[in-house]
């Protein structure tokens, strides 16, 4: 009849409840609050490797390790409580003494008073599953820690352009922190024209399907967290992780490379320049000294204090600035060999100031000189020509009043040698150029003493560069070995 009801007998019923848990795979059992089994499925014999027989009227201890028989008085008294403790994992041994890691459920057992008399567990052997997920695991830190040793930066991006995966070099490289670029856009790496066409790129790709740096590679610029930008070669190669394409850049830095092409580019035309700079010298040099010997005898025959007389004078200064930078050129040209010895730079610098102090320009300049002696492996004679370029160089950018202070400093195996002056400090733009051949800013200058210096510098295994500290001036730091380079010894 519709709608009616149709029971089965309780015992049909019990049976077939038994025949379902009879034929479960997974292992179930039932316990007394005490923790006595009393019921013991086929499951629980595959599982654990006792028969009913042998498992019913033991303890439950029969099948914890030792190290985990605390736990059961806390879950019997969880189920005591009324309280289902699910899916908890812990481990099991089996009746020939094997480990198991197993999922437990284990639910109160009540009767039709309503008490709770026992606990029914269910358990599910998952130690494959562990070892398939530890397997995993391993395989993933050993990707990942290949991945973060790795000296190129590596990034993995979404279809959307979402950082997914970035590594220690990138962050080492770029100079975040991996969290403030997880889930950015990966343009936050790139400076603009690309900042703002990257996204367009990817939407034509992904629509097109055109290569354009895909399994090509290219020098692109990177932006850096504080700004600067640099040269790096990028690499970019598609996948797919469950359906989703995702792209992977992996990104070589090549500052080193380009300043090492570029100095071998000023190289090739310091070279080329003094080749030139030492034929012109010595072709114009000895006429000059003959143009200047005839001009002296001519102005010899004049009367004294003649308007001629004056212009003779004139002309011989104009011959002496034009030899000076003769000499300059073939200095220049044909820089000395640097002969090293062990030299105090401290009274070699008192020698050198006291020669600056004798410059009309210097009279009203303070010059200081201070910091302990020391030993550098220098050329003494080519050293006093580079820190007079310097001295002087400073007290001309004073131009009246000010200060001149020359330190010297032991720094690990170097020793620094620093000039600061209190003038006005130099232009960004003008700094970048002055070490560039005949770049100059005097009005009568030749632009070869800073190029002539940084030759002699680095001749003699040293560097010097120029800095405009906040605070103002212009600060010039000389540095060189303070024991002889390994090809000396």
Same mark, same amino acid.
């Given at each position: 009849m519709?709608?009616?009801?149709?029971?089965?007998?309780?015992?049909?019923?019990?049976?077939?409840?038994?025949?379902?848990?009879?034929?479960?795979?997974?292992?179930?059992?039932?316990?007394?609050?005490?923790?006595?089994?009393v019921?013991?499925?086929?499951?629980? %014999? +595959?599982?654990?490797?006792?028969?009913?027989?042998?498992?019913?009227?033991?303890?439950?201890a029969?099948?914890?390790?030792?190290?985990?028989?605390?736990?059961?008085? +806390?879950?019997?008294?969880?189920?005591?409580q009324? *309280? =289902?403790?699910?899916?908890?994992?812990?481990?099991?041994?089996t =009746?020939?003494?094997?480990?198991?890691?197993v999922?437990?459920?284990?639910?109160?057992?009540?009767?039709?008073?309503?008490?709770?008399?026992?606990?029914?567990?269910?358990?599910?052997?998952?130690?494959?599953?562990?070892?398939?997920? !530890?397997?995993?695991? !391993?395989?993933?830190?050993?990707?990942?820690?290949?991945?973060?040793?790795?000296?190129?930066?590596?990034?993995?991006?979404?279809?959307?352009?979402?950082? #997914? !995966?970035?590594?220690?070099?990138?962050?080492?490289?770029?100079?975040?922190?991996?969290?403030?670029?997880?889930?950015?856009?990966?343009?936050?790496?790139?400076?603009?024209?690309?900042?703002?066409?990257?996204?367009?790129? $990817?939407?034509?790709?992904?629509? /097109?399907? #055109?290569?354009?740096?895909?399994?090509?590679?290219?020098?692109?610029?990177?932006?850096?967290?504080?700004?600067?930008?640099?040269?790096?070669?990028?690499?970019?190669? #598609? @996948?797919?992780?469950?359906?989703?394409? @995702?792209?992977?850049?992996?990104l070589?830095?090549?500052?080193?490379?380009?300043?090492?092409?570029?100095?071998?580019?000023?190289?090739?035309?310091?070279?080329?320049?003094?080749? @030139?700079?030492?034929?012109?010298?010595?072709?114009?040099?000895?006429?000059?000294? &003959?143009? =200047?010997?005839?001009?002296?005898?001519?102005?010899?025959?004049?009367?004294?204090?003649?308007?001629?007389?004056?212009?003779?004078?004139?002309?011989?200064? *104009?011959?002496?600035?034009?030899?000076?930078? $003769?000499?300059?050129?073939?200095?220049?040209?044909?820089?000395? %060999?640097?002969?090293?010895?062990?030299?105090?730079?401290?009274?070699?610098?008192?020698?050198?100031?006291?020669?600056?102090? %004798?410059?009309?320009?210097?009279?009203?300049?303070?010059?200081?000189?201070?910091?302990?002696?020391?030993?550098? $492996?220098a050329?003494?004679?080519?050293?006093?020509?580079?820190?007079?370029?310097v001295?002087?160089?400073?007290v001309?950018?004073?131009?009246?009043?000010?200060?001149?202070r020359?330190?010297? %400093?032991?720094?690990?195996? @170097?020793?620094?040698?620093?000039?600061?002056? /209190?003038?006005?400090?130099?232009?960004?733009?003008?700094?970048?150029?002055?070490?560039?051949?005949?770049?100059?800013?005097? !009005?009568?200058?030749?632009?070869? &003493?800073?190029?002539?210096? +940084?030759?002699f510098?680095?001749?003699?295994?040293?560097?010097?560069?120029?800095?405009?500290?906040?605070?103002?001036?212009?600060?010039v730091?000389?540095?060189l070995? *303070?024991?002889?380079?390994a090809?000396?010894?």
């Amino acid at each position: 009849m519709s709608g009616v009801s149709h029971f089965k007998p309780d015992d049909e019923y019990s049976g077939l409840l038994r025949a379902i848990v009879e034929s479960s795979d997974e292992a179930i059992i039932g316990k007394t609050l005490d923790g006595i089994i009393v019921s013991w499925n086929g499951g629980a %014999q +595959r599982t654990y490797g006792y028969t009913a027989a042998e498992a019913i009227g033991q303890s439950i201890a029969l099948i914890i390790p030792p190290e985990h028989q605390a736990e059961l008085e +806390r879950i019997l008294g969880e189920i005591a409580q009324g *309280r =289902r403790v699910a899916s908890y994992e812990t481990v099991r041994i089996t =009746r020939d003494r094997r480990l198991l890691n197993v999922s437990l459920t284990i639910s109160p057992i009540v009767d039709t008073a309503g008490c709770i008399v026992g606990a029914s567990a269910i358990g599910r052997d998952i130690t494959e599953a562990k070892r398939v997920e !530890a397997a995993l695991r !391993a395989s993933e830190e050993r990707y990942r820690s290949i991945i973060d040793s790795a000296v190129d930066a590596i990034l993995v991006i979404d279809r959307r352009g979402r950082v #997914e !995966a970035f590594n220690a070099a990138a962050e080492r490289l770029f100079g975040y922190p991996a969290g403030e670029v997880l889930g950015k856009n990966v343009n936050l790496l790139m400076p603009q024209p690309y900042h703002g066409e990257h996204d367009v790129y $990817m939407a034509r790709y992904l629509a /097109t399907r #055109e290569k354009r740096i895909i399994g090509i590679g290219r020098e692109v610029t990177g932006l850096r967290k504080d700004g600067t930008t640099f040269p790096v070669h990028l690499s970019v190669g #598609e @996948m797919t992780i469950d359906g989703e394409t @995702m792209f992977t850049g992996i990104l070589h830095d090549l500052t080193a490379r380009v300043a090492l092409e570029t100095q071998l580019r000023e190289q090739a035309a310091l070279t080329r320049l003094g080749e @030139m700079a030492a034929v012109v010298a010595h072709e114009v040099k000895n006429p000059l000294t &003959g143009i =200047r010997g005839a001009v002296q005898i001519i102005g010899g025959r004049l009367p004294a204090g003649s308007r001629d007389a004056e212009v003779v004078k004139e002309i011989v200064a *104009r011959i002496d600035t034009l030899n000076d930078l $003769m000499k300059d050129l073939l200095l220049f040209a044909r820089p000395p %060999q640097p002969r090293l010895a062990p030299v105090d730079p401290r009274p070699l610098l008192e020698t050198v100031v006291g020669l600056a102090r %004798q410059d009309p320009g210097a009279r009203a300049i303070t010059i200081q000189v201070e910091g302990p002696s020391d030993t550098v $492996m220098a050329d003494a004679e080519l050293l006093k020509l580079v820190v007079q370029n310097v001295l002087l160089n400073a007290v001309h950018a004073i131009a009246g009043p000010g200060l001149v202070r020359v330190v010297v %400093q032991p720094v690990e195996s @170097m020793c620094r040698i620093t000039v600061t002056d /209190t003038g006005p400090g130099i232009p960004p733009e003008v700094r970048e150029k002055l070490f560039t051949p005949f770049f100059t800013t005097k !009005a009568r200058g030749t632009g070869l &003493g800073l190029s002539t210096a +940084r030759r002699f510098i680095e001749a003699q295994g040293g560097t010097i560069r120029i800095d405009c500290p906040p605070a103002g001036g212009t600060s010039v730091t000389i540095e060189l070995p *303070r024991s002889a380079p390994a090809a000396a010894v």
